[in-house]
């Protein structure tokens, strides 16, 4: 029988890193145009500011792309057994840490071999195998779904691996229905909120920058969530990402855009990396 966890091939990566980026032009001139400017009363000035803003952008986006590839080609290179070591360490921290034992709500990705995600196949099966009785150990866990390449991605609730099937790019996602025909619950109108996000990305500074692979899928869905959090009177979740030694960066060789968003700390092979004053607050 076909191991649940199984990862996805490599044509996914080919698949997702030539994804177009989230951000096209006219996107970057909505959000730049400042409301005083109408379009046909733009000033000179207004016009100058706007190509100007247009064009640091672009260099971003070059930038981020240049990044992007030698990361990749750092995480093609990185050996196996090096590899293996890390993802058991980096689960073995999270497991460990105070902040997951009293999570009870939380949003994890489902790690892709062939993306050279590190490894969650631990955390999963430790959440979805707890015991019901053991109220303290109870987590309700969602997972992402892509439902377009428009930047939308819902997270689903599942209780089992056998909710999972293979997306059209061989990744395991939760089914939008459960065996009986419901929905399944989506983390955006739940009633209740989530406690953690776990993230994956391609590179992370010890300042909280993250570089995804330019779909704008988790930077979007996550503006997303802290708008929800912030109209119900929600305490924000921590956003903790799950690294490679290699994934971490100098400081400022990520650039930022308007619309990235910071994570609270990294967890890498050697521990927990807390950034944010959220996750300082429970760093012990």
Same mark, same amino acid.
């Given at each position: 029988?076909?191991?649940?966890?199984? &990862?996805?091939?490599?044509?996914?990566?080919?698949?997702?890193?030539?994804?177009?980026?989230?951000?096209?032009?006219?996107?970057?001139?909505?959000?730049?145009?400042?409301?005083?400017?109408? *379009?046909?009363?733009?000033?000179?000035?207004? $016009?100058?500011?706007?190509?100007?803003?247009?064009?640091?952008?672009?260099?971003?986006?070059?930038?981020?792309?240049?990044?992007?590839?030698?990361?990749?080609?750092?995480?093609?290179?990185?050996?196996?057994? !090096?590899?293996?070591?890390?993802?058991?360490?980096?689960?073995?921290? *999270?497991?460990?840490?105070?902040?997951?034992?009293?999570?009870?709500?939380?949003?994890?990705?489902?790690?892709?071999?062939?993306?050279?995600?590190?490894?969650?196949?631990?955390?999963?099966?430790?959440?979805?195998?707890?015991?019901?009785?053991?109220?303290?150990?109870?987590?309700?866990?969602? *997972?992402?779904?892509? $439902?377009?390449?428009?930047?939308?991605?819902?997270?689903?609730?599942?209780?089992?691996?056998?909710?999972?099937?293979?997306?059209?790019?061989?990744?395991?996602?939760?089914?939008? /229905?459960?065996?009986?025909?419901?929905?399944?619950?989506? &983390?955006?109108?739940?009633?209740?909120? *989530?406690?953690?996000?776990?993230?994956?990305?391609?590179?992370?500074?010890?300042?909280?920058?993250? !570089?995804?692979?330019?779909?704008?899928?988790?930077?979007?869905?996550?503006?997303?969530?802290?708008?929800?959090?912030?109209?119900?009177?929600?305490?924000?979740?921590?956003?903790?990402?799950?690294?490679?030694? &290699?994934?971490? &960066?100098?400081?400022?060789?990520?650039?930022?855009?308007?619309?990235?968003?910071? /994570?609270?700390?990294?967890?890498?092979?050697?521990?927990?990396?807390?950034?944010?004053?959220?996750?300082? $607050?429970?760093?012990?």
């Amino acid at each position: 029988m076909t191991n649940p966890w199984t &990862v996805a091939t490599s044509a996914t990566a080919v698949a997702l890193s030539s994804t177009r980026f989230f951000f096209t032009r006219s996107a970057i001139l909505r959000r730049q145009v400042s409301p005083r400017y109408g *379009v046909a009363t733009m000033s000179a000035t207004g $016009e100058k500011n706007l190509s100007s803003d247009a064009a640091h952008l672009e260099t971003i986006f070059k930038q981020k792309k240049a990044l992007r590839s030698v990361v990749k080609r750092d995480l093609k290179s990185m050996d196996s057994t !090096l590899r293996s070591q890390e993802d058991e360490a980096i689960q073995r921290i *999270v497991m460990e840490a105070p902040w997951f034992k009293a999570c009870k709500r939380l949003c994890a990705y489902i790690s892709c071999s062939a993306l050279r995600e590190v490894d969650t196949t631990q955390i999963l099966s430790h959440v979805l195998g707890s015991h019901p009785e053991d109220l303290q150990m109870q987590k309700k866990l969602f *997972v992402p779904r892509v $439902e377009d390449r428009n930047r939308n991605m819902r997270m689903l609730h599942i209780s089992s691996a056998d909710d999972l099937i293979a997306s059209s790019m061989d990744i395991l996602e939760p089914a939008p /229905v459960d065996a009986d025909g419901n929905e399944r619950e989506d &983390v955006l109108f739940a009633n209740e909120p *989530v406690d953690l996000f776990l993230l994956p990305g391609l590179a992370f500074d010890k300042a909280g920058r993250r !570089l995804g692979r330019g779909g704008g899928y988790y930077d979007t869905f996550l503006s997303r969530y802290q708008e929800l959090a912030m109209e119900q009177n929600w305490k924000q979740p921590l956003k903790i990402a799950l690294c490679y030694s &290699v994934q971490i &960066v100098d400081e400022g060789t990520i650039p930022l855009t308007p619309n990235d968003i910071l /994570v609270d700390a990294l967890v890498s092979p050697s521990g927990v990396i807390p950034i944010s004053p959220a996750a300082l $607050e429970i760093r012990h």
